[in-house]
């Protein structure tokens, strides 16, 4: 089982409440707020104002609650931004907003500001990553993710996807892979693929964690079993081949070792072994599983098409 979320944001509109009158004041903030985290979320309101990048704002206080948002003060202002779940714990007053996207809402001082709809553009190669670790045998991909049920449901059917389970918290993700770890059939295994900070409890609970290491916190990647050098979802299919060449080339290995020295334990048992059939058994063998094993460090481009 794989779970991957796979996709970029844009920051597509921006909604201003009571407290806020103009759209940049909303985005300066927000981006300032999200300047430390690496969350796709924070990179597309960064993107939306790159003005973040080379200002003088003072940012302190930098607060990131799990499954929530972040809280942080902005020259001197507090600023939350999150979900509807951070404007609830603060006991602010927020609009609901219809339009389909990932809803941000944003509170200045304990006031709600207004929220940002960010668009969910998916990431180029993810669904021929499904498409091909299905070809691997994959059975089931099941995708966890914070997101909106609409978002979350939306993404999973451009993908492919056979399961959707939405506006989960970082706990929820745990619990949900625990169910799936028993309810999965035996001698099967479970991997999940995460990039995020609070991925990692649940990389490691699954059997197999990934890190897709071009976005991936260091908590993720110290957390996982494997690490992506890159963000390309196409990768973990790849991942997957490698490792099942790697342990066919052992296999052959093992069984080649096995096989020479049983054979010369029978000649030499009957009369028939030498001194060199000895060393050939010892060295020679392990000469050969060397270079065999050495396959593995090549790119077979049949193999890995």
């Known amino acids: 089982t794989s779970c991957p979320d796979h996709s970029s944001h844009d920051a597509d509109n921006v909604h201003i409440g009571e407290y806020s009158d103009k759209e940049k004041i909303l985005l300066h903030l927000a981006a300032h707020a999200e300047h430390f985290t690496t969350h796709p ?52 007053q927020w609009h609901d907003c219809n339009q389909v996207g990932t ?45 909106r049920r609409e978002v979350g449901e939306d993404v999973a059917h451009k993908l492919g996807l056979d399961e959707c389970r939405a506006e989960l918290l970082p706990t929820d993700k745990v619990s949900h892979v625990e169910q799936l770890l028993k309810t999965k059939p035996a001698g099967k295994t479970l991997a999940y693929v995460g990039d995020g900070i609070n991925d990692a409890p649940v990389l490691k609970r699954a059997d ?5 290491g071009g976005l991936g916190s260091d908590a993720a990647i110290e957390a996982a079993d494997v690490v992506l050098m890159d963000d390309d979802p196409r990768k973990i299919a790849l991942a997957v081949k490698i490792a099942r060449r790697t342990i066919h080339i052992a296999h052959e290995n093992v069984i080649f070792a096995i096989g020479v020295k049983v054979a010369v334990l029978i000649l030499a048992t ?28 090549g790119k077979n481009r049949l193999f890995y098409r």
Request: one cysteine or more.
């Open 41 to 92: 979320i924070g990179a597309a309101l960064r993107t939306a104002f790159p003005q973040e990048a080379t200002d003088d704002c003072e940012v302190t206080d930098v607060e990131e609650i799990a499954g929530q948002g972040i809280r942080a003060k902005v020259n001197g202002k507090v600023v939350c931004v999150g979900n509807k779940k951070m404007m609830e714990s603060i006991g602010t």
């Open 103 to 147: 809803i941000i809402h944003v509170a200045i001082d304990g006031k709600y500001a207004g929220h940002i709809v960010i668009n969910d553009t998916l990431k180029g190669g993810s669904a021929h990553a499904i498409r091909e670790l299905k070809e691997l045998g994959i059975e089931k991909t099941v995708m966890l993710t914070g997101d």
């Open 208 to 212: 197999v964690g990934i890190a897709m």
């Open 270 to 297: 009957i009369g028939l072994g030498t001194m060199w059939m000895a060393v050939f058994a010892d060295v020679g063998v392990t000469v050969l599983a060397v270079l065999n094993a050495m396959r593995s460090l």
